[in-house]
């Protein structure tokens, strides 16, 4: 996994970055979709100009933790495209700003 700013871009871990929190339907949207959109948005991107998300994190592994119909208490955190994100059981994706825990 790999928790450098991807090739090519500007250092995204700045002030620059807003705290940005977007909810989802994980049994109509793949956790590892939600995340990639999600961090697009935020870095003002196409999500194919982003890194793969697997180059950080194994996305079929979060789709499957997520997904499951009684996953309670899940809570990922990690650095992809160098933001840091959080995604929850209840759907909910955070981008946070640099510096906030």
């Known amino acids: 996994m790999d928790e450098r700013p991807y090739e090519g871009s500007e250092d995204h871990q700045g002030s620059d970055i807003e705290h940005i929190q977007n909810e989802y339907d994980w049994s109509s949207t793949n956790p590892s979709v939600a995340i990639v959109e999600t ?3 935020t870095l003002n991107r196409e999500p ?3 890194p793969p998300l697997y180059d950080f994190i194994d996305p079929d592994a979060i789709d499957a933790l997520l997904s499951r119909p009684n996953s309670r208490g899940v809570h990922l955190s990690f650095v ?3 933001v840091r994100i959080t995604v929850d059981d ?3 994706v955070t981008i946070h700003p640099r510096g906030e825990d």
């Open 39 to 41: 961090v697009a948005v």
């Open 48 to 50: 194919n100009k982003l």
């Open 80 to 82: 992809y495209a160098g």
């Open 90 to 92: 209840d759907g909910t």
